[in-house]
Nanobody, 123 residues
Framework: QVRLVESGGGSVQTGGSLRLSCAVF????????MGWFRQAPGEEPEEVAI???????YVADSAKGRFTISKDNARYTLDLQMDSLKPEDTAMYLC?????????????????WGQGTQVTVSS
């Protein structure tokens, strides 16, 4: 059974930092696109950062220079370091793992998703 469990969310003030972590169970990391999305109430999930099946990293323009994505293949974790947080970063942050392997994107509805961790940034 595949499970993704996020942690590390919380409430911070503008300019603060948080480190999110996603523990992944039941799926091999090799060649698998994994990433972080965020979803505000009433909106569709928005891609924040992914590491694709070939290990290339993509970060959304809104997060470039502030967020860093990394994964630990030995510990089966996917992390998101978030610095210089802004109120517009407030959302539920969701971890995703591609259902297939060796693909350049992930985040389809059919992929594996966690339940999310809430991030709230106050001004």
């Amino acid at each position: 059974q595949v499970r993704l469990v996020e942690s590390g969310g919380g409430s911070v003030q503008t300019g603060g930092s948080l480190r999110l972590s996603c523990a992944v169970f039941g799926v091999d990391f090799t060649g698998r696109c994994m990433g972080w999305f965020r979803q505000a109430p009433g909106e569709e999930p928005e891609e924040v950062a992914i590491i694709d099946g070939n290990g290339r990293t993509y970060v959304a323009d809104s997060a470039k220079g502030r967020f860093t994505i990394s994964k630990d293949n030995a510990r089966y974790t996917l992390d998101l370091q978030m610095d210089s947080l802004k109120p517009e970063d407030t959302a539920m942050y969701l971890c995703v793992a591609d259902r297939l392997t060796w693909r350049a994107t992930c985040g389809d509805r059919s992929d594996y998703w966690g339940q999310g961790t809430q991030v709230t940034v106050s001004s």
